[in-house]
């Protein structure tokens, strides 16, 4: 799934741009469709999604799930079938699982396979190989797994599954749901009670989809805000019909061009807006943007609307670092929404960017600059010092900016370019299709 080294990159120069306008749909959300697959492909029977994310990062779960028993098809009107093996029953694969770019495939299979009894190789490019997997190795050793990992806890590494795993009690030493996933999901076929305590709350979309295959599974949420989740081993999953909704984290590239370009108006349909996902429409609207929800609704589980987004006057503000896990994957546009607004954006609380598909403090600090915006990089955030809505003036030549293999820069970099004198260069635009294969057809469909 990765992309082929020796394909060459993808360079590529984002004008500025008129006003957009329009209705747009957004692909699913990755999240929710990388659990979709897995979990079909652990229940017995047959599982229909629709709306799935069909971008490389999830195809690399699909060809996970394939290489360990299941059946993941793709009908000609869209719609996926997922055959599973059942709890327990994975397979053994023939070879090494290239999880491309995909850390959300790598750690929550991580998990999985450390209750089965199966040795399994994790390989990814050259991003994900720089990634911490220590945060799953951690809490899967003590509940039985063994791991033979490169220098530092990195990937290329081996999982041996235990049989039986032992239950643990693991208190998340950092907000992420993907630690949170990886532990929930070896629980599943680990005889007893499992339990993650979360201080701080992250997505939870693995709760609702483990509960929505039957899984027994409960969440206590005590005074303090700490979620105590625990999940009940050898479990029977229930094969589902699920409609992925809209992916809030690609929508935001969109919220935030409407926001900023002059004169836009756009209509995004179907975004998902689970609380644990919503932390960037709060912030932009305390920025003073335009955003409206239209036609709220439930879709496949989870809370819904289409949002209405017009271009606004952004001021700048202090985000709290507590909304931060609600928006993670967010902060790159926001860091172009900054730039482009009155006064100073001051974030913090974000030492986890930098252990993303990139560092993405450095690369947007970095990126930005070159697009002339005020930045200055603290340890755990970004200080922006916006222009007041006035384009980036960019340098001599257009910017050249560095995507590291890291879509979301890619894409926020390409927001940046339509509010640019010069627009931007981007230096590779082939990672936008880890999560947004349709982005530069979208963004090209609005411009008037
Ligand atoms: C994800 C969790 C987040 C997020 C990632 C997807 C998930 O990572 O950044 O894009 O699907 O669980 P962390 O859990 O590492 O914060």
Redesign the pocket.
């Known amino acids: 799934m990765s992309h082929d080294p020796a394909s060459p990159m993808r360079p590529r120069r984002f004008l500025p741009a008129g006003p957009i306008k329009g209705r747009i749909r957004v692909p699913g959300d990755?999240?929710i469709s990388?659990r979709s697959i897995m979990l079909g492909a652990l229940a017995v029977g047959e599982t229909r999604v629709t709306g799935l994310l069909e971008g490389e990062d999830v195809l690399a779960t699909a060809a996970a799930m394939r290489a360990m028993g299941a059946s993941v098809e793709r009908m000609e009107d869209g719609e996926w079938r997922v055959s599973g093996v059942g709890v327990g029953a994975l397979h053994q694969p023939t070879g090494p699982l290239d999880m491309g770019n995909s850390?959300?495939s790598t750690r929550l299979l991580m998990g999985l396979v450390s209750s089965h009894p199966i040795n399994v190789s994790f390989v990814g490019d050259e991003s994900l190989s720089k990634r911490p997997m220590g945060r799953v190795i951690d809490p899967l050793s003590e509940m039985g797994a063994s791991f033979e990992a490169s220098e530092g806890g990195r990937l290329p590494l081996i999982v041996r599954g235990a049989s039986p795993a032992v239950p643990i009690t693991y208190r998340l030493p950092v907000?992420?749901?993907?630690?949170k996933?990886a532990i929930l999901l070896a629980g599943l076929n680990t005889p007893g009670t499992t339990t993650v305590i979360e201080p701080v709350p992250?997505?939870d979309?693995s709760e609702r989809m483990l509960k929505g295959f039957g899984a027994e599974l409960d969440v206590t949420v005590e005074a303090d805000g700490t979620r105590v989740i625990t999940i009940k081993g050898e479990a029977e999953l229930k094969p589902q019909v699920i409609d992925v909704p809209g992916d809030p984290s690609s929508a935001a590239f969109f919220i935030v061009a409407a926001l900023v370009v002059p004169g836009s108006e756009v209509v995004i349909e179907n975004v998902g807006l689970n609380p644990t996902r919503a932390g960037l429409v709060e912030v932009l609207r305390q920025m003073g943007g335009q955003i409206e929800f239209l036609n709220s609704r439930e879709v496949g589980g989870e809370p819904v609307a289409d949002l209405l987004v017009k271009h606004s006057a952004l001021k700048g503000i202090e985000v709290d670092p507590a909304i931060a896990?609600a928006m993670?994957?967010e902060f790159p546009v926001l860091f172009v929404a900054a730039s482009l607004a009155e006064g100073v954006t001051v974030t913090s609380g974000l030492d986890?960017l930098r252990v993303?598909e990139s560092d993405r403090l450095s690369a947007m600090a970095a990126a930005l600059t070159l697009a002339g915006a005020e930045i200055e990089e603290r340890e755990d955030g970004l200080v922006i010092t916006g222009t007041g809505g006035a384009p980036l003036p960019g340098t001599a030549t257009a910017a050249q900016v560095t995507t590291h293999l890291d879509h979301r820069i890619a894409m926020s970099m390409a927001v940046a370019g339509l509010v640019s004198q010069q627009g931007v260069d981007v230096d590779d635009t082939r990672p936008i299709a880890t999560s947004f294969p349709n982005f530069e057809d979208l963004l090209a469909s609005l411009a008037e």
């Not at 907000?175 to 630690?179: F, G, K, L, T």
């Open positions: 990755k999240s990388h850390g959300t907000a992420s749901a993907q630690v996933s992250t997505r979309h896990p993670i994957d986890e993303k």
